[in-house]
């Protein structure tokens, strides 16, 4: 699990893995769970529209914008978050942005059938969903951000979440995939029920990653942490 005291410092080590592997480092796959839940946006994003901003500062829950696309998300416990950060070959589906999406997310889904979820559907361009009660739940959301030779993939796997947060933080999305079909996010989303640990290990397994980093990034964490995840500047931009 990757160290971090709070929001600022989990999102630092997207920059920091990525910027580690673009120089020449290892590929790298890594998980985070915040101990207390914070809000964060996707990169284009306008705040007063994907977030209940007044609650939030009501309720003390930081606002922060991640680096890449995609839509809102609450970030918290029950929130398995991880990422990949690998170098973009001159061949093959990782040479283009839709076709990455395709293929990491085709190896996340055959890694949660492996940790016991059958049934694992690729939706919109990026979620992942299953079936209960005759109709398509999300539990999983991702994104993308690329460099020349490097990108970062990450994501959020919701194992036991607590629901009633999304509604009263986060606002129903400016944009949603076809399958959503207008649901409120408690009738959209839900929990694996799976435990984290059997989720790692899946995806770490999937991804043949069972040797440790041998210099995790930890000075460019604190580096972007600091100049752009901590700055008011960069999370309410727009």
Not at 8 to 19: T, V
Not at 76 to 93: D, M, N, Q, T, V
Not at 160 to 184: D, F, Q, T
Request: hydrophobic share 40%; charged share 20%; glycine share 10%.
């Amino acid at each position: 699990m990757a160290p971090g005291t709070s929001g600022a410092e989990f999102l630092g080590w997207d920059d920091a893995f990525l910027e580690d592997v673009a120089a020449g480092g290892p590929e790298t796959v890594w998980f985070w769970e915040s101990a207390t839940p914070f809000v964060v946006l996707g990169r284009g994003q306008l705040v007063d529209r994907e977030v209940h901003r007044a609650a939030c500062n009501a309720d003390g829950i930081p606002i922060h914008r991640r680096c890449s696309g995609g839509g809102a998300v609450l970030q918290g416990p029950g929130c398995l978050s991880y990422g990949l950060a690998l170098r973009i070959p001159e061949s093959g589906p990782m040479t283009a942005l839709t076709t990455t999406n395709q293929w990491i997310m085709a190896r996340q889904a055959s890694a949660l059938a492996r940790a016991g979820l059958p049934g694992v559907v690729i939706r919109g361009h990026t979620d992942l969903a299953f079936e209960r009660g005759g109709v398509e739940l999300k539990f999983s959301g991702n994104a993308q951000r690329r460099q020349k030779n490097a990108l970062l993939f990450h994501g959020t796997l919701l194992w036991g979440a607590n629901l009633a947060h999304m509604e009263k933080w986060l606002a129903h999305p400016s944009s949603e995939p076809g399958y959503r079909a207008n649901r409120r996010h408690m009738d959209f989303i839900a929990n694996l029920e799976i435990p984290p640990e059997q989720l790692r290990a899946a995806i770490v397994r999937e991804w043949e990653a069972d040797s440790p980093h041998p210099n995790p990034p930890h000075e460019a964490m604190k580096r972007w942490a600091s100049s752009r995840y901590c700055l008011s500047e960069w999370n309410l931009a727009r």
